[in-house]
């Protein structure tokens, strides 16, 4: 018997993976301006859908307030760039700074249990929101532009913004890799089945879900700081609107909770739909809400889920599996 | 553009969404204009085609954002948005951050301007993004001209939100109000989305306040004006001043019995005497087709609309060659047009990048033809071409 | 497997109370490594909560707990499992989510801290030892309510315990897998785990502990030998019934 | 000062009825409804169609939209609900958001953007106001309150008392197991989404009597809507009653301490309540027990 | 009274139980006996209704109710104690078995003769369920079903959990039952206990009946022997 932590596929998927990466690399010297300004849109859609993921489909912890933290990097991004210090390192000293925040956040919301938090975090955005406009720089509900991003031309500006798009969605999906392989993924895993039960057994509870959370919140905010950098005007109330949760929410469940490959399934998927459907405008709006509830009735597991039991396919495995058994007509993916 | 004889113009405005009352008269208005268009225009001898690329923001910043992206990448030769800075502000960011022509109207330009990180004193920022209309001077103005029409005790209850709009005339009418003799009684910026009005209602009354203006979003005018009757205070009021919100009828409408005879101010209305120089239409030429067209009431979005569209054509035809990004942004630095909104003049504008425009002061009256309402004007100080028809109304009589 | 050393527990006037109800009154108890103690009493007797108050899912009301003469009583499950203290649940609590070698690696790798690879092997044995090898990679949500008896057993073991209660494991077992199970747990025995057994099924129990405790009403009735304890009048009349059949057979 | 009090405590009453759909269902049915706001705002539609049609008063036209609603209850039940609530507690809060959106959008296409109201339709009731002491309390928010209490008090008495009030809580725990009981846990499901769509229905009308609507008003609503609930506590109805007027509360005193502060009161307020609950009476406060997983795969205790 | 053939019940593609047939008589008290994961718990709750059947007929006095709900066969009077017990965790004692007499079906079983049946239910009366001990929870759900009356019980591990005393109790009651002319069809792990209730003895193995006979015509030996062979194959399967 032996544990075994790949597979055919996955090997596969990481000379796809590294292929995607280097095409993504090389792509400014061909691709149009277009196409680069949609794809950065795309590589902040998978940060978003990655780290609601991460927490809800691997920690359980429904967050309806992931906004705050959206919100927060884009404001620290603009305070920060204030300072005369370059946007772009604004950029992850914002972030940074936001994951610093939330660890006092987490200690008090990550008492809160299910539906609590999940309401609990929204009125905390709610909160972030009215703070922030109480500051004079942002001019209430006005709110102010990146304008320190005009000192760039205009094509080295999209080129450096595609490319921190880039750099950052491939870090924290790396780094999001390891962190659901390691000790605490599995751990995290356990806790959201049944926290007394993980206590029970030396799992660390708070501490594991303390992390998960602040990850979650600095990658969050880091796709609000690019989304800022990328659409330069910050206004309150669209950064902390909770249609951003909505949009994470629709494409972890469309692409698939809890599974690594579903949440950037379902960040491909609405990104296809916005750039295909949204002019439609009302109806685009009904289709979308419409496909996210079809889905759910007839895809709990998301599309991601039923690939996976369908065909028996895993691409990125973070779970393990043992081999050198006698094979069970029940279990899952061989 | 991409082929040498079409212009082409984005033009985005929020027709779904929260804010779809400003952009319910686009279509129509894009109708008009792109019928003018039909036949191309002509400018140095030679001629184009022109395509207008409508795109609705779904009352939505970050979708305004993208559309404008997505219609820079589609090479628009003028970018044109309008209506309520959650929709102008990152058209106009956008097309700043990618040299784009851009003009933008109906929002106070002070939440432009300064709201897009312009500070006062300082150089504009801006090189490519211009906007024209109405500002807290004109407000000031209008309000000054409007409340010396009824006899008060000059004491002014101000409700002014923390949004854009209320920010930027709180900073400049209150101070200017105070120094032509008006006490202002002003409880501090509220937040959009309260519901409760009693401590502002209180002090008001206290205070014997006899004006009231306020700045706020249609629900909040809704929801402060009924409590505000169920707390008696409208007995006192002799005028009722409201902006942002009343610039449509069903904004009225819904307030029953309390809506007639509550002022208002007006970017414009159906009797401006001017024409479009692109439709040739008259402003109740413009009015009644819509109405016969829809059935429903003229709105002053209509005009609004339509001046922009004037004001972005003009532009196209001063430029040297319409096709050149620079030109086109030379052309509307220099513009001095007469729309159906007026006159646009970004020579000599109160800030650079800024033409100021006419507020004027109306009032909801009972209607006299077939709809609920009329909309009437009560005075014409931000443009005196505009006729005065009725005389300002006391709230608080019969 | 790595060799247990010895450990001691104490508890010493333990009370419990849920609002008005007083489910443990006054209730000392002491075990080491070398005990295999068996826990008898009616329903509601307050078996499960004791077990709760000594392995931390709960708090005592009142009463002091110490572990090698340490006191543990506030010190949470998971610091005490990490010592060797480690229960089952009598409602099993699997991670329905994933797998059942995961759940039991999950166990492994966060108690005694040990490398991957070690806990690799440390739950595969469990498993092994469980008789659950053929379930391994099924998720823990399908299997059935025995198999999840099992895997709470499996899961206890990989934390690689020095202390272990047990909390109704043998109920609904046919009496083959009981004696299977019985010989589980004393291979567990001679391993060197100290043993608490809360079991209804009398007649499995007393092949495997040394010592009967008899609990009522949140005391201990009686405690001592098993036959002498299950000879004991007032046990008789509180959890026999009288009748004696489910004894010895 | 008493006046402030006294219009908290009748808009308190107001945020209770607008809440008391939701609680319903997110204490009873276990489903966090998001479309509650949307849904809102569809009746206060249905209302004002039909009293602008038929000249009707509004109180009446809301009589004739109960049984609509209901029936709109029982198809939603039976086409999104029920399938939903059997993928665990996550997947009804997507479908549910995604119905909003559908609502929202479908409202637009047919009203379009202009913001309405029901008020009008009251005459001067919506303003007119008795004067008390000094106090000036309004009649519509006093109709308002008393129609919360009513209804609550209603819903709380069918709940605790009657068979019926049991099988809707048990069918909401565990529909299989009510099954073995004997429960025929589709019609008890189908009633009880069928009244929770009656108090919606009561809720969109005082909603748009005491404002204004439009198409998109629905989500503004939802997150007081929440705020009482769960200040409320789960212990029973009659504490989103509270909820309601403890949040109202929490707004006014937040708004004399600053003018921007009537949201971040209520914000505070709910957050505070949330804390209190945890650190000071875990176990007569503690939600656990309204998300206890459903039995599925977990044997219940 | 009830007429069980060619059952089938999957979970996806797995079959749990395979090709079951069995004739109940009125009266009948039946012990299905098996080895762990033999699809006992499966078959129980196909027949109540609370699974699905793929393929196969059920009869209950001679109606058909292959696919009828389970609510309706607790009206008929068809009622499952269900394994793990399944109460309604944050409501009472008391309102969990009032709940069982939702069908009114009429008959002797009555709040008071339930208490006094399990008489440590009394104290707990207005306790909410989720907080009982093991044993407790256990009579609480037998209480449940017996309150709808019904004429033919079943009862998936009917002793788990409860301490010898209530055990007795139990069945006492179940006696009481048994000579009312209650059909009964029970899953008891207690092989001697078993035998000495039920009239007949099922046995199943991997999802199939291998024995059915009259406790009379077996013996503890030949029941072993049928589940037996389950040993063999699915614990020394592997290492
Ligand atoms: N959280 C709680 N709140 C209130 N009462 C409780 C709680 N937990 C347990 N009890 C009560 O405490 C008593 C003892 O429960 P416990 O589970 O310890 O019994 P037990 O001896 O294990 O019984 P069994 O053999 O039936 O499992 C029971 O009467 C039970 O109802
Ligand atoms: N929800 C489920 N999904 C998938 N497989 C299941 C499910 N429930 C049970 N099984 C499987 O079906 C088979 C039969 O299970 P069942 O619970 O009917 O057995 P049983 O004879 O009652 O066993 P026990 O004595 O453990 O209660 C087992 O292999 C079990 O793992
Ligand atoms: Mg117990
Ligand atoms: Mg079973």
């Known amino acids: 018997m032996k544990i075994k932590r790949s597979n055919a596929y996955s090997k596969v998927t990481l000379y796809v993976v590294a292929a995607v990466f280097i095409a993504l690399i090389l792509l400014p010297s061909f691709a149009s301006n277009n196409v680069m300004e949609r794809l950065t849109v795309l590589f902040i859609y998978i940060i978003m859908a990655a780290m609601w993921n991460t927490l809800a489909g691997f920690g359980g912890l429904i967050s309806i307030g992931q906004q705050l933290f959206f919100g927060l990097g884009a404001y620290a991004t603009i305070r920060i760039t204030n300072m005369a210090i370059s946007p772009f390192v604004a950029l992850l000293i914002a972030a940074c700074l936001v994951g610093l925040l939330s660890w006092p956040i987490s200690t008090f919301m990550l008492r809160l249990k299910a539906g609590e938090f999940a309401i609990g975090m929204w009125v905390l955005a709610s909160i972030g929101h009215l703070l922030v406009n109480l500051d004079p720089l942002i001019q209430g509900e006005t709110g102010i532009s990146l304008i320190a991003l005009n000192q760039y031309a205009i094509e080295s500006r999209r080129l450096l913004i595609y490319f921190a798009a880039l750099v950052s969605m491939s870090g924290l999906l790396l780094g999001l890799f390891y962190l659901l392989r390691s000790k605490a993924g599995i751990a995290m895993q356990a806790i959201r089945d049944n926290e007394e039960a993980a206590d029970s057994i030396g799992v660390d509870a708070e501490k594991v879900k303390k992390w998960f959370f602040i990850f979650a919140a600095f990658g969050t905010a880091l796709a609000g700081a690019l989304w800022l950098a990328q659409a330069s005007s910050f206004q309150p109330k669209t950064y902390f609107s909770v249609q951003w949760t909505a949009y994470m929410i629709f494409m972890v469940l469309v692409g698939g909770l809890g599974r690594f490959e579903g949440a950037i399934l379902g960040a491909l998927l609405f990104f296809v739909v916005e750039t295909w459907f949204a002019a439609t405008g009302v109806w685009y709006l009904v289709g979308l809400g419409a496909v996210a509830m079809l889905c759910s009735l007839f895809f709990p597991k998301g599309i991601w889920g039923v690939i996976e039991t369908r065909l028996s396919i895993t691409l990125i495995p973070v779970g393990y599996q043992v081999t050198g058994l006698k094979p069970d007509s029940h279990s899952k993916n061989k | 553009a991409a082929d040498d004889d079409t212009i082409r113009i984005g033009f985005i405005s929020p027709r779904t969404g929260p804010l779809a009352s400003f952009g319910k008269t686009d279509g129509f208005v894009l109708t008009q204009a792109r019928q003018a268009l039909a036949n191309g225009m002509t400018v140095g001898g030679k001629h184009y085609q022109v395509e207008i690329i409508d795109r609705d923001s779904q009352s939505d910043p970050a979708r305004a954002s993208q559309l404008a992206k997505e219609l820079i990448n589609q090479d628009v030769d003028l970018m044109l948005a309008i209506s309520t800075p959650e929709v102008i502000n990152p058209v106009a960011d956008a097309s700043e951050a990618a040299g784009i022509p851009f003009m933008s109207t109906v929002m106070p330009w002070e939440a432009w301007y300064y709201g897009r990180g312009a500070k006062p004193g300082e150089e504009s920022p801006f090189k490519w993004t211009y906007h024209f209309g109405f500002g807290a001077g004109e407000f000031y103005k209008t309000y000054i001209s409007q409340w010396s029409l009824i006899d008060t005790n000059k004491k002014v209850g101000v409700m002014y939100p923390n949004d854009a709009d209320g920010n930027a005339i709180r900073a400049v009418l209150a101070p200017r109000l105070a120094k032509a003799g008006y006490t202002v009684i002003d409880p501090g910026a509220y937040e959009t989305g309260t519901s409760d009005f009693s401590s502002q209602i209180a002090l008001f009354k206290r205070e014997g306040v006899d004006i009231i203006n306020s700045f706020p979003i249609p629900p909040d005018f809704a929801a402060f004006w009924r409590q505000s009757a169920q707390q008696g205070l409208h007995r006192q009021i002799k005028i009722i001043q409201i902006a942002k919100t009343g610039l449509f009828p069903s904004d009225i409408e819904v307030l029953g019995s309390l809506g007639p005879k509550i002022a208002s101010a007006a970017y414009w209305h159906k009797t401006f005497p001017y024409t479009s120089p692109l439709t040739g239409l008259s402003g109740e030429q413009l009015a009644d087709m819509w109405e016969t067209e829809t059935g429903e009431q003229w709105t002053q979005q209509l005009g609004a609309t339509l001046s922009l569209l004037d004001a972005g054509t003009e532009a196209l035809k001063q430029a040297n060659d319409p096709l050149s990004r620079t030109a086109v942004r030379d052309a509307i630095s220099q513009l001095n047009v007469t729309t159906i909104g007026g006159q646009v003049d970004f020579t000599s504008g109160p800030v650079p990048n800024v033409a100021s425009g006419p507020i004027i002061g109306a009032q909801w009256v009972k209607g006299t033809g077939q709809f609920k309402l009329d909309y009437v004007i009560t005075e014409n100080v931000t443009d005196p071409n505009v006729p005065v028809t009725h005389k300002l109304l006391q709230y608080n009589t019969k | ?249 | 000062m008493m006046n402030s009090l006294v219009q908290a405590i009748l808009l308190g009453g107001y945020y209770a009825l607008v809440a008391c759909g939701l609680a319903f269902m997110f204490q009873v049915m276990r489903i966090i409804n998001l479309a509650h706001g949307s849904l809102a705002i569809l009746s206060a539609y249905l209302v004002w169609e039909i009293t602008d049609a038929l000249a009707l008063s509004p109180f009446v036209s809301v009589l004739m939209i109960l049984p609509i609603m209901a029936i709109i209850g029982l198809l939603l039940q039976r086409v999104i609900l029920e399938r939903a609530t059997k993928g665990g507690e996550l997947l009804p809060v997507l479908t549910t958001f995604g119905l909003a959106i559908v609502i929202d959008n479908l409202l637009f296409q047919q009203f379009g953007a202009n913001t309405r109201s029901l008020s009008p339709y009251l005459g001067d009731l919506s303003w007119e106001s008795y004067e008390i002491f000094g106090l000036w309390i309004g009649k519509l928010p006093v109709i308002v309150l008393i129609t919360a209490i009513v209804v609550i008090g209603g819903l709380d008495l069918i709940l605790r008392f009657t068979p019926l009030g049991r099988q809707i809580r048990a069918t909401a725990f565990d529909p299989d197991t009510a099954g073995l009981v004997g429960i025929d846990a589709r019609k008890i499901a189908g009633i009880s989404a069928a009244i929770a769509m009656m108090t919606v229905a009561i809720s969109g009308t005082a909603l748009g009597l005491r404002g204004t609507f439009d198409a998109y008003a629905g989500g503004p609503q939802l997150l007081f809507a929440f705020e009482a609930t769960i200040i409320g506590g789960a212990s029973s109805l009659w504490g989103v009653f509270l909820g309601g007027i403890i949040l109202a509360i929490a707004q006014s005193i937040g708004a004399l301490i600053h003018p921007q502060g009537f949201l971040l009161g209520g914000h505070f307020m709910f957050l505070i309540f949330l804390f209190a609950r945890i650190y000071f009476n875990r176990d007569v406060f503690t939600l656990k027990h309204w998300f206890a997983k459903r039995n599925k795969g977990e044997i219940t205790a | 009274m009830l007429s069980v053939s060619n059952l089938d019940v999957r979970y996806g593609q797995f079959r749990a139980v395979q090709g079951v047939s069995m004739e109940i008589a009125k009266g009948d008290v039946v012990s299905l006996i098996g080895a762990n994961g033999a699809g006992k718990s499966t078959l129980l709750r196909a027949i109540a209704g609370a699974l699905p059947i793929h393929s196969g007929r059920l009869l209950f006095k001679q109606q058909e109710i292959t696919n009828t709900s389970s609510s309706s066969r607790v009206q008929q009077g068809l009622s499952l104690v269900p394994e793990g017990r399944r109460l309604f965790s944050d409501m009472t004692v008391e309102e969990n078995l009032l709940l069982g007499s939702t069908v009114k079906r009429s008959g002797d079983w009555n709040i008071e003769r339930i208490f006094s049946t399990f008489p440590n239910l009394v104290k707990r009366r207005h306790a909410k369920t989720g907080n009982l001990s093991g044993g407790e929870q256990q009579a609480t759900a037998i209480g449940r079903a017996l309150m709808s009356n019904p004429d033919f019980l079943i009862l998936d591990e009917v002793s788990l959990g409860l301490s010898p005393l209530v055990v007795n109790q139990v069945y006492d009651s179940m006696e009481s039952l048994k000579d009312a002319g209650t059909t009964i069809l029970l899953v008891e792990q207690d092989l001697e206990r078993a035998m000495r209730f039920s009239k007949r003895t099922i046995c199943m193995l991997e999802g199939r009946v291998v024995l059915d006979k009259l406790t009379s015509d077996t013996n503890k030996e030949e029941i072993t022997q049928a589940y037996f062979g389950l040993h063999q194959s699915s614990k020394q399967e592997v290492s």
């Not at chain 3, 826990?39 to 004791?50: F, H």
């Not at chain 3, 990989?158 to 009981?178: V, Y």
Request: with cysteine; glycine share 10%; proline share 4%.
């Open chain 3, 1 to 249: 497997m790595i060799l247990t050393p010895y450990s001691q527990l104490q508890a010493t006037g333990i009370h419990k109370s849920f609002g008005s109800v007083q489910v443990l009154n006054g209730i000392d108890f002491s075990m080491d490594t070398n005990d295999a103690i068996g826990i008898v009493g009616p329903n509601g007797a307050g078996k499960s909560t004791l077990l709760s108050v000594l392995s931390g899912a709960q708090a005592p009301t009142s009463g002091q707990i110490t572990l090698n003469n340490k006191d543990i009583t506030r010190i949470p499950a998971r610091e005490r499992a990490k010592q060797g203290l480690v229960r089952t649940h009598q409602i099993p609590k699997p991670f329905s989510g994933i797998t059942v070698f995961e759940n039991v690696f999950v166990a492994a790798i966060h108690s005694a801290t040990s490398s991957r690879e070690t806990a690799y092997d440390i739950a595969l044995e469990s498993i092994k030892l469980c008789g659950m090898l053929p379930l391994a990679n099924r998720e823990a949500d399908s299997i059935g309510l025995l198999d999840r008896k099992r895997l709470e057993l499996a899961r206890a073991l990989a934390t690689q315990p020095k202390l272990l209660f047990l909390d109704e494991i043998g109920g609904g077992l046919t009496d083959a897998e009981a004696l299977q199970l019985v010989d589980t747990i004393l291979t567990l025995r001679e391993r060197g785990i100290g043993i608490v057994w809360i079991e209804h099924i009398v007649h499995i129990l007393l092949r495997v502990v040394k010592t009967l405790i008899c609990m009522d009403s949140g005391q201990i009735i009686a405690q001592g030998h098993p036959d002498d304890v299950m000879s004991n009048k007032q046990v008789m009349k509180a959890y026999m019934g009288g009748t004696d059949h489910a004894v010895g057979e």
